[in-house]
């Protein structure tokens, strides 16, 4: 896949004639999944698979906000496991582009992504990349680059990560809240505001570095129903910030990343994270993650095609939720949590066990209450 890497990065630099610098990725895409196929049809393993995981991370530092940090050996590690455990590291475009278009993926596919563009990208987690061979996404918010805000990189280091082969996508301009209205702000002005803060960031990242994906990292993982369909009008794929495996159904308008910082970027329990599968799953009620609940209720319909209801677990701050089953043959269950909330962002989690020893189906409801 290196040649076609290196093609994108003098596509990004320079014009290439006889070349669709376009049809690249589709190309390489095409390319992977022919590879996928000969061995699936010459070694009869189980290679393919219909889902993968979304890895993020922030500061790969320390001495940074514990919450949004990684130190560099707890993220060498990570690379070690990845390397050493037979998984294959992706271009974000390509894991999303095979997941929509439903091509199956390498077993234990992973995608590497990192928001903000925090100075430690550039300076610590770059090199170790390289070293690895592995591809990786930066979300990059334009307003501290443009400032030179301090321990942020500049555009200059950006576009060297961009000729090296990263993707550089959408993170808005000012890292916003995006659910915040400023006083007397009807919906229709609060919405194209936001709007008017995308397109100028997308324009922004492409006119420094050439790429334009279309893709939108939610600053602090915040979205609602208006925004998603913002999304879509747009052309967009959303990421958010909670755990979870992206598969053939997950919401491309609000892909689950898991973020690996502070105590959740311990190797022991981030190396199940890696393995983890996605469930079949849709969530029917509610439309949107923003509540003024402190016990709200989830609607979900699981496909529990080779999972048994009694082997489903759905937890709340660690806790084992009660199971309301309205329908265990249609996989219809309503989960609420027992205790009250009171933070801005917290989230059900639903796991169950796959046959395969030692990795987990794993999905999660995102909940937002803005106050």
Known sequence: MRFFDDILRVCHSKPLIGYDCAMVPAIRQAFRHCIVCLLLSASGIAVAAESGVVLLYHHVATGTPQSTSISPEDFRAHLDYLRDNNFSVLPLDE?????????????????????????????????????????????????????????????????????????????????????????????????????????????????????SHRFLAYPYGEFNAQIKAMLVEEGYVGFAQN??????????????????????????????????????VELLEPDSPVTELERPEALLRFNLNGISPSQLGCYDNGEAMTLTWENRETGLLRIQAADAHSDRRWRYICTAPSTENGRYFWYSVPWINPR
């Open 243 to 280: 755990s979870g495996a992206v598969g053939y159904s997950s919401d491309f308008h609000a892909l689950p990343r898991y973020p690996l910082a502070g105590i959740y970027a311990r190797l022991e329990t981030a190396r199940v994270k890696f393995s983890t599968l996605a469930f079949d």
């Open 95 to 211: 894991l999303v582009q095979s997941l929509r278009s439903r091509t199956p993926l390498p077993d234990r596919a992973v995608a590497i992504t990192f928001d903000d563009g925090y100075s430690s990208i550039y300076e610590t987690a770059f090199p170790l990349l390289q070293e690895y061979g592995m591809p990786f996404a930066l979300f990059v918010s334009t307003e501290p680059i443009n400032n030179r805000q301090k321990n942020y990189m500049t555009w200059e280091q950006i576009r060297a990560l961009s000729e090296a082969g990263a993707l550089i996508a959408n993170h808005m301009v000012s890292h916003p809240y995006m659910l915040s209205r400023n006083a007397e702000e009807t919906d229709a002005n609060w919405l194209a505001r936001q709007r008017a803060e995308l397109l100028e960031a997308e324009a922004t990242i492409l006119k420094e570095t050439g790429q």
